[in-house]
């Protein structure tokens, strides 16, 4: 049997800490995601796709149709649907028909939800910067980096 090459062997740990990379990565964004959970059902009694879906209607102040919503999110329609429906039972936001298409409607955040999700997103900053708080602004730039280069390949 041949021995494989120097390249072979270098390829092949360059291939394995690429995956220890992977691995790390999805074990950060786990832990991360999990801690912003707890943190918005017990400061907040909600949800993180009640978070996402205000914090999309939250920056745009003209509203969104639900299949814009869920393309930002990248979920499917019928995920949304539901948390919208919550949120609108809930004051937090409301649909408008569109005058184009009368089937068709925007969601919008209403003011009650515009207020809480000021306090809410001005808490999240807090809350994300105190977890990487031991990342200098180097390296988080460097780390942007590297995943928009992995977002932009694929």
């Known amino acids: 049997m041949e021995q494989p090459t120097e390249h072979e062997v ?8 690429r995956l220890r990379l992977w691995l790390q990565m999805l074990k950060a964004v786990r832990h991360v995601e999990g801690t912003l959970r707890e943190r918005l059902r017990s400061g907040y009694d909600t949800t993180l796709p009640r978070f ?11 509203g969104m149709k639900m299949s814009e919503l869920s393309q930002q999110l990248v979920v499917s329609n019928g995920n949304v649907t539901g948390v919208v429906d919550r949120l609108v039972a809930d004051g937090l936001a409301e649909r408008q028909t569109m005058e184009s298409d ?19 997103v001005a808490e999240h900053l807090r809350w994300i910067d105190g977890m990487f708080s031991e990342i200098s602004e180097t390296d988080a730039a460097r780390g942007i980096s590297i995943m928009l280069d992995i977002r932009n390949k694929h």
Not at 10 to 17: G, I, K
Not at 52 to 62: G, K, Q, R, Y
Request: net charge negative.
């Open 102 to 120: 009368r089937r068709a409607f925007r969601v919008l955040i209403t003011p009650a939800g515009r207020t809480l999700m000021d306090e809410m």
């Open 10 to 17: 270098t390829d092949e740990h360059l291939a394995r800490q």
């Open 52 to 62: 996402d879906v205000l914090a999309a209607l939250h920056a745009a102040p003209d």
